[in-house]
């Protein structure tokens, strides 16, 4: 009985040949290793590459960043011969970048409640409308820490900056009535002005993570 010959006729791609190409690099690198060790390393490496070009997330498709993140073919058989693979060989899963983090969904009532203290709480109830609107916003998940800390300092710099222009009304204020008054004018602006800022930097912002 006549068998007709088995031809794999579709060409290797440019990946493929550059992987197997350091596969048989390290092959020869590695001759004067143990057998089992020899097995070890390229079982290694081979996984190691199979799950970098097949992560569920951020996948590498350019062998020549992989070969980058592996070194050079002598380094790994170096650190074979002295009776450890690279950390990274034996559980390259530890190595994985984290999957991106879904956007905070659609504001919900807190984050509502949140920004309209900030803004017309501030008017109504100055400092502590602002300060509970941020309270909430802290716990939202819709915002990033560094929105929030943006926020904070916002709210917090314009309550000082309300104080220190009262101080200077309740110093000063003799000199003038006018000079009080406009003082006072300036401190209430100064108190209402961060709060409005900061909520309107949280509604103009990205999303932030969950």
């Known amino acids: 009985m006549t ?3 088995w031809q794999d006729t579709a060409p290797l791609q440019h990946a493929d040949v550059v992987i197997l190409d350091y596969l048989a690099a390290l092959w020869a690198e590695s001759d004067d290793l143990a057998p089992d060790l ?14 970098r070009r097949t ?13 980058g993140r592996l ?5 790994l058989v170096a650190a074979a011969r002295r009776g450890h693979l690279p950390p990274h060989l ?40 602002p300060v509970a609107g ?8 819709r915002w990033t820490p560094a929105q929030k800390a943006t926020a904070w300092v916002l709210t917090a710099g314009s309550v000082g900056l309300s104080v220190a222009l009262l101080a200077f009304a309740a110093l000063f204020g003799t000199i003038g009535l006018e000079l009080r008054d406009f003082t006072l004018f300036l401190a209430f602006a100064a108190v209402v002005a961060g709060p409005v800022a ?13």
């Open 3 to 5: 068998t007709g010959q």
């Open 38 to 51: 020899r097995d070890e390393l390229m079982t290694a490496v081979t996984e190691y590459v199979a799950f």
């Open 55 to 67: 992560a569920a997330s951020y996948p590498i498709t350019d062998p020549e960043q992989i070969i």
């Open 71 to 75: 070194g050079p073919p002598e380094a």
């Open 90 to 129: 034996r559980r390259p899963v530890l190595f994985e970048p984290p999957a991106p983090v879904a956007a905070g969904s659609d504001p919900g009532p807190a984050e509502y409640i949140a920004l309209a203290l900030l803004t017309g709480g501030a008017f109504i109830v100055p400092v502590a409308g």
């Open 134 to 141: 941020m309270l909430l916003a802290s716990g939202s998940p």
């Open 198 to 210: 900061a909520g309107v930097s949280l509604i103009r912002g990205p999303h932030g993570r969950r």
